[in-house]
């Protein structure tokens, strides 16, 4: 650039000096003519637009202060909302539904979002549906009439109070209001957040060169100028020209890379970058640039906010920093856009954590359907709230499916979530689990054969459980140690322990993150395949239950259930001597096979225990030379035992005998 250029009037705009210091012909084709104006209005409108945006809030906040003036004992939170609404009405973006949810009105929803601020602020309470002003709130009511500054003070005593519990969750139900009002909120902006990478290009570190000039960029020179808004084919077929020698996957990789950061990114965005442990934040102002200049090949530019006073990455939540561990040169993190807005210093963002879902505590009427005991059902679904993913495992028989159901149908399907069921097999696979490519037949080009990338169960839960942050989701996967687990889950390992992070898929070079609220119950067959040869990766990343005939809380539950249905106890004294014949926990039989009712009735005990429970121990013990009926079967357990078989209907009363709602007996 010539010393006449950088002497022009529009040299103090910084995005015009970060598009002149782009040295292209096309950079140059981007500067102010005569006539045109600078940029540097738009950017101070954008200023103002933010400064906007936190006086309709604090206006908000005093609205909502100012109804509650009079009402020392508090007021219901409807007509709080009601009475402030009549002081301050809303505007007609407010008056407005949500865009995709009819009859939810927008304003409802916005007084809420502004009063988190003042509650963490200590200037109003909520408590069981009633607001109250406290001392200090209706102090900074008369101390901050600007409505400004009261919301910058309210802001900042936010701030305060998040830095000190940075794992702080929604968990009365007035935070879970006001956790949906927030989400909503979010859903309903339009700005996202990009992380970008550049402390590491070919082994250099060009990041003092991004703050210096104001740009954030990408490589790849052997591609040439590619114009923002072609189309994602069109930078396929430039990747294979320009290097033909790379893998498929590391083109997938590259073009997903390079389409988001072209096409995606949007003027107004938050990007992100990080340099060791410091984390830089900024916005974006103009559209890609192609340069041709090695290492920095595409820019964009950027107002770098933090540059010079960067924050390190620990003062993130540990969802945000794992945003951060991503492998991708570009990925998306608009679900904490908040929290690194606010850490960057941008003079609009409101802070709010993170709203984790939980699976509510099992309840003793679940637990005495269940005939199990309510602490180890609470320990089961702490663990889950925990870690995420849970295997359920023992021999057949001990009810790990209808038990992960039947938890759902009380925990998931009451708190609006949803779950699904998938087994796996020996054939399953990737492509079957998560996405591959499906043939079709295309009559569009003479019936020639296509392939379309279809998504498997664990990518639709995913979508779902990300379209509906506020609810919890489910995964049932049963038998899940009869697959091929390194091959089924390949990169989804990673995900499953940094939750957040987003990784390059094996089809879609589309980055992509399994949600925080999205848990996965695995159940797992031990007469199939021992724990101790479970991949163990695999074990590092789940809980393990055990459940097992021999120990608690699968012992005596069959005892339990007969006496519930008034039958002999027989059954549970057979079924006992039948495992201590067994002697290998790994084989034990699991008491569903006896919870029917017809076990009540010689005949019906009879012929369970030789069409289902002799056939297991037939091939368990095949090849051994052992007589499994005079071993195992009723007589010699009776013999054994000396219990003596119950009384034996005739045959038009079995004939009446329903069958029993029993648990799976493969679960």
């Not at 096409?263 to 107004?268: A, K, L, M």
């Not at 070079?509 to 031990?526: A, D, H, K, Q, V």
């Not at 009540?600 to 091939?619: D, M, N, Q, S, Y």
Request: charged residues 25%; contains cysteine.
């Amino acid at each position: 650039m010539s010393p006449a250029a950088s002497a022009t009037p529009y040299s103090g705009c910084k995005r015009c000096r970060t598009i002149s210091r782009a040295g292209s012909r096309r950079a140059g084709s981007r500067r102010p003519g005569p006539g045109r104006p600078c940029h540097m209005p738009r950017r101070l409108g954008s200023m103002s637009f933010m400064a906007d945006k936190a006086r309709r809030r604090g206006e908000i906040q005093r609205s909502i202060f100012e109804a509650l003036l009079e009402e020392s004992e508090g007021m219901p939170v409807g007509e709080v909302l009601a009475r402030a609404e009549e002081i301050l009405p809303a505007n007609p973006s407010e008056d407005q539904d949500y865009e995709g949810k009819p009859g939810v009105r927008r304003y409802p929803k916005v007084q809420r979002f502004a009063t988190i601020a003042t509650v963490k602020a200590g200037w109003l309470t909520k408590d069981n549906g009633t607001w109250r002003l406290t001392a200090a709130g209706r102090e900074a009511f008369e101390r901050l009439p600007d409505p400004t500054a009261f919301e910058k003070e309210a802001r900042l005593r936010y701030q305060e109070w998040r830095a000190q519990q940075p794992s702080a969750q929604f968990d009365s139900a007035d935070d879970a209001e006001d956790a949906e009002a927030a989400q909503l909120e979010k859903s309903d902006e339009k700005r996202r957040a990009w992380l970008v990478r550049g402390a590491n290009v070919d082994g250099v570190n060009v990041l003092r060169q991004w703050f210096d000039d104001g740009f954030c960029s990408v490589g790849w020179t052997e591609l040439g100028d590619i114009p923002a808004g072609v189309k994602r084919a069109d930078i396929a077929e430039a990747v294979q020209r320009g290097y033909p020698d790379a893998s498929v996957g590391t083109r997938r990789v590259m073009v997903g890379n390079l389409h988001r950061f072209l096409n995606e990114i949007s003027v107004d965005d938050l990007v992100v970058t990080v340099d060791g442990a410091d984390v830089v934040v900024g916005e974006i102002l103009g559209d890609a640039i192609y340069t041709g200049e090695p290492l920095v090949t595409r820019r964009r530019p950027v107002s770098w906010i933090n540059a010079d006073s960067p924050f390190v990455r620990s003062r993130l939540s540990s969802d945000a920093a794992d945003g951060l561990r991503g492998q991708l040169t570009v990925s998306e993190l608009t679900s904490h856009l908040d929290e690194f807005a606010t850490l960057g210093g941008f003079e609009d963002a409101v802070d709010l954590p993170a709203l984790d879902v939980a699976l509510d505590a099992p309840t003793q009427a679940l637990a005495d359907s269940l005939l199990l005991p309510l602490d180890w059902l609470h320990d089961t679904v702490d663990l889950l709230n925990e870690k995420r993913q849970v295997v359920l495992y023992g021999p057949p028989g001990t009810g790990k499916t209808y038990l992960a159901m039947e938890l759902c149908k009380s925990l998931v399907e009451s708190a609006g979530g949803e779950y699904e069921v998938v087994q796996f097999h020996p054939s399953y696979s990737y492509e079957d689990f998560f996405e591959g490519l499906r043939p079709r037949l295309d009559k569009d080009s003479g019936g020639s054969i296509a392939f379309d990338l279809i998504p498997g169960p664990l990518r639709r839960m995913a979508q779902r459980a990300a379209d509906d942050p506020r609810s919890p989701f489910v995964l049932i996967i049963d038998e899940i140690n009869r697959a091929n687990l390194a091959k089924v889950f390949g990169e989804l390992y990673f995900l499953l322990e940094y939750r957040g992070t987003s990784v390059a898929l094996q089809y879609s070079e589309e980055p992509f993150s399994l949600p925080r609220n999205l848990f996965i119950i695995g159940t797992m067959n031990t007469a199939d395949r021992s724990i101790a040869l479970v991949d163990a990766a695999m074990r590092r990343r789940f809980y393990f239950q055990r459940l097992f005939p021999t120990e608690q809380p699968i012992k005596g539950i069959l005892g339990a259930w007969l006496d519930r249905k008034g039958l002999p106890n027989e059954p549970a004294v057979l079924l006992e001597a039948l495992n201590n014949a067994i002697g290998d926990p790994d084989f034990a039989i699991g008491p569903s096979y006896l919870m029917t009712t017809r076990v009540g009735h010689e005949a019906g005990l009879e012929r369970i225990w030789r069409t289902a429970i002799l056939p297991l121990l037939e091939e368990h013990f095949f090849g051994e030379g052992r007589d499994i009926n005079a071993e195992f079967g009723l007589a010699g357990l009776r013999r054994r035992t000396a219990a003596h078989p119950a009384e034996v209907p005739s045959e038009s009363e079995e004939a009446d005998i329903p069958p029993d709602a029993q648990l799976d007996p493969e679960a």
